[in-house]
């Protein structure tokens, strides 16, 4: 396994502190955030699937995704699915914490500038609204088989706790299967997940089922799941979205933040668009910039026929003029997934354990904003480096 990314969950582990699942960009407070899993709750309570901002940090093969997200209902207890490209093991999978997702967000927010005019003929300051893309660079319980795993075409692939997750790995032949030993192990599917699921299984992709012990979230005094990270080797370079919007209670927003050693990243089959930026606003706007965001955020995407990416911000996360946040330092980095700091190539098999605290950084950041509806988007979202 790769030594870089092998040191993260182990710098990670100690003293992680709680996630909130709910960020606003900037003041504004967009609706509601999508997810790339979906929620399966016993009984009869519905879950909807409310916010959700995804980072994604990828050099070469290995990837480490980190997943915020928000839940509403009055379940007992919970579960997550969220198709993967490998099965996972125990060091391969973390919790983060909240305040690096805010970092990311701030970092990359939209901001305001003021700028003033030197030239004595001009009597007036004049503002800006900056690019932004600047034009340069316990499931450990007893599982009841009222009918046994190998009838249904599932397998139990690995199993194992992480802070308050009891985690599984599942892998399934049909999704009639799949769906049958959920039911049997008292998760409720959302309607519509079926034919998702199946999709996915024609992918070869497994699945991360994250049941939350809400005895043990609730002794540590939590207010919000943390979010979950993991790490691993594929050379897919996607996320999933079909299932988390089988959660969907309207129109969902994503926002993801991209982290590769260098250039732009790009989704290549979902139309994307920088957003407005390089504006001369007026004055008045500076006390009510984060509803102007939101305004104008909200009539561009109509304008786009509501079915696009809005590229919100692009640059070297070393450096930022104007700087709406200080740029991270390695730690916070290393926090964030980045693991190739102090790696001269990478290796395979990521994980998390342990990390030395680089002296520099080669990261860029792209941020991408989402909203979606369920019938307008593909299985999920593949990117690609910008050329």
Known sequence: MDKAIR????????????????LSLLFFVRPALAFCGFYVAQADTSLYNH?????????GDQTVLTMANDYQGKAQDFALVVPVPVVLQEDQVNVGERKII???DNFSAPRLVEYFDNNP??????????????AAPSMTRGLQEKISNEALGVTIENQFSVGEYDILILSAKESNGLETWLNQNNYRIPPGATDVLGAYIKQGLKFFVAKVNLKEFDRQGFQALRPLMMAYESP?????????????????ELIVYLLSPQGAVEVTNYRTE????????????????????????????KRSGKNVAFLEYAW?????DPCSADPLSPQELEEAGVFWLDQPSASPNPSFRGMPFPGNSNVFITRLAFT??????????TFSKHR
């Open 102 to 104: 805010e970092r990311l």
């Open 372 to 381: 979606l509806h369920p019938r307008q988007i593909p299985g999920g979202f």
């Open 121 to 134: 003929c001009e009597t007036y300051g004049g503002r800006q609204f900056m690019d932004a893309m600047p």
């Open 316 to 320: 070297d996360m070393g450096s930022c």
């Open 274 to 301: 920088k957003i407005p930026s390089n504006l001369d606003l007026p004055e008045f706007v500076q006390g009510e910039f984060g509803q102007f965001y939101g305004a104008m955020f909200d009539t561009a995407y």
């Open 7 to 22: 040191k993260i969950f182990a710098y990670l582990r100690p003293g992680v502190i709680l996630v909130a699942c709910l």
């Open 51 to 59: 916010a959700s901002q995804v980072i994604i940090a990828k050099d």
């Open 236 to 252: 897919r370079f996607m996320l999933p979205i079909r299932l988390g919007m089988v959660n969907a209670d309207g129109p969902q």
